[in-house]
Nanobody, 126 residues
């Protein structure tokens, strides 16, 4: 399971750094993704980092503004978010690919991930 943190209220144009700490298992070797969900809408995949640090970005709206990274020594994955706008407001989650075939590779759809955290709320508003 993951524990996300770092969310909060930020003004448009501001930045946040989200953290995702793995609990009960070792992150090293797994692809890990960040996702977001607005109430009433489907969860969408934001970005993913593979075992070999290959990054896949799935949302054109965040390209160039959000950056995913990992620190295996601390069992943590980060999402650096810059130039935030109100459309980025959502609950942000992280999750890992399940053990088994392809666990080290990113996938585009949230159903391909498990060990979800509880999420952290990001609100962008003036």
């Amino acid at each position: 399971q993951f524990v996300e943190s770092g969310g909060g209220l930020v003004q448009p144009g501001g930045s946040l750094r989200l953290s995702c700490v793995a609990s009960g298992f070792t992150l090293d070797g797994y692809a890990v993704g960040w996702f977001r969900q607005v109430r009433g809408k489907e969860r969408e995949t934001v970005s993913c980092i593979s075992r070999d640090d290959h990054i896949s970005n799935y949302l054109d709206s965040v390209r160039g503004r959000f950056t995913i990274s990992r620190d295996n020594a601390h069992n943590t994955v980060f999402l650096e978010m810059n130039r935030l706008n109100p459309e980025d407001s959502a609950v942000y989650y992280c999750a890992a690919r399940p053990a088994g075939k392809g666990y080290m590779l990113c996938a585009s759809h949230p159903v391909a991930y498990d060990r979800w955290g509880q999420g952290t709320q990001v609100t962008v508003s003036s």
